[in-house]
């Protein structure tokens, strides 16, 4: 039996007019406050350092607790910032432990973001780096949402945020310790970008948040705990590699082109040989490194045993390691999950080939968290009806 918490408040929020830091990087915040506040870069530099301790290490979401910046200058960064997070318009907790969150980040616009417990170190948070998506996979539930907007770097980094904030984590304390786990309660080890959207066609924003989210002075995910997830959009690859030292992920499901232009249509612009070749080119991809390729197992689909040699065969020469997810179903999907002992024969072959090939174990079923199944209602609004709807939330904070 799952929890389902519903977190709405009921009333119209008023609209935040100041700028948030939060998705600022260390320069930007610097920057911000030498031209809104005009300080000295020397000065500034200083200020951004020690309310980048605060907000990322302790979780802090007011000025007035910044107890070593003085009370005038807290004054003034209180009136001209926000540190405020979206709001999170549900909660659901799996009987697993799984935990998903619907987040609002304006009217109209959501997103969704799930926590794993017990994946990685101590446990993994999927995060969204849109709302929607363009790609559509034909096997994913996110691919039926049309793309609304790409997330900006704070719009990622609050994800990391709420999640820390509902496991009481900040500052190296957590609410219920772990049993057998680390002394400092921490709950959060690692950092996936495979929630909604398509990371490598956000790619600044993406890169922004890492910059943030890897920082050892703040939330100090180590780069090499998050993995950043493509359906192979390969101009883009090298790039992300460079800028950003992350783990690498492909979302690939099939190992021919016919297959795959079905499944995955992006392939029809950038094909199989194409996508090895760029990931062969990964900046640091090496043993210690090796690129995790991600295969759904489809009844009768891609689960032959011919289809597991092929897949041996394709990423020869490639340090990989491959997961297989047991395809999770979705309302109306075309789809079936592979038997159990189908998918059991597929990763013989490709573990006696000599790849890793765990099968992942679905979480969060129960609750639609689990990989491919994340959905969010929000649409793309047409101008009138977003000048409407302000129009309504103005009136409606009026009243209040």
């Not at 200083?46 to 004054?75: C, V």
């Not at 640091?284 to 897949?311: C, H, P, Q």
Request: charged share 25%; aromatic share 6%.
């Amino acid at each position: 039996m799952s929890i389902s918490l519903d977190l709405a408040s009921g009333k119209a929020a008023l609209p935040e007019t100041r700028q948030s830091l939060i998705g600022l990087t260390r320069a930007e915040m610097r920057d911000q406050l030498v031209q809104d506040l005009n300080l000295e870069p020397k000065q500034a530099k200083m200020r951004a350092s020690q309310i980048w301790r605060w907000l990322y290490l302790q979780g802090t979401k007011d000025f007035a607790q910044m107890t070593n910046i003085g009370k005038d200058l807290r004054n003034t960064l209180e009136k001209t910032y926000a540190l405020t997070r979206p709001e999170i318009v549900e909660k659901q907790v799996s009987t697993d432990g799984t935990r998903k969150y619907l987040i609002r980040l304006a009217p109209g616009i959501e997103v969704e973001s799930v926590f794993i417990p017990d994946v990685g170190r101590y446990g993994a948070l999927c995060v969204s780096s849109q709302v929607g998506c363009t790609l559509t996979c034909t096997f994913c539930h996110t691919g039926t949402q049309k793309l609304v907007r790409n997330l900006t770097p704070g719009e990622i980094v609050a994800q990391v945020m709420i999640l820390k904030d509902d496991l009481n984590e900040w500052g190296g304390t957590a609410q219920v310790q772990k049993e057998g786990g680390p002394e400092s309660g921490r709950h959060l080890s690692n950092i996936v970008f495979m929630g909604m959207g398509e990371p490598l066609y956000n790619l600044p924003s993406v890169a922004n948040a890492i910059e943030i989210i890897s920082d050892p002075e703040g939330i100090a995910i180590s780069r090499r705990r998050i993995t950043v997830s493509t359906s192979g959009v390969v101009p883009e690859m090298k790039a992300l590699g460079e800028q950003t030292e992350t783990m690498l992920a492909i979302s690939l499901h099939a190992t021919n082109d016919k297959l795959r232009d079905e499944l995955v249509p992006i392939n029809r612009k950038y094909n199989i040989e194409t996508l090895i070749e760029a990931c062969r080119q990964y900046p640091g991809v090496s043993n210690a490194r090796r690129i995790t390729f991600e295969y759904v197992m489809l009844k009768g689909v891609n689960d032959s045993n011919a289809e597991a040699r092929e897949l041996v065969r394709l990423l020869k020469g490639v340090p990989a390691k491959i997961n297989l997810i047991p395809f999770n179903p979705w309302p109306n999907s075309p789809y079936e999950c592979s038997d159990w002992d189908r998918i059991e024969e597929f990763a013989d072959i490709v573990n006696q080939a000599g790849y890793a090939s765990p099968i992942r174990t679905p979480r969060g079923r129960d609750i639609a968290a689990a990989c491919g199944q994340l959905k969010s209602e929000s649409v793309k609004q047409r101008a009138s009806e977003k000048r409407l709807a302000a129009k309504k939330l103005t009136d409606t904070a009026a009243e209040l």
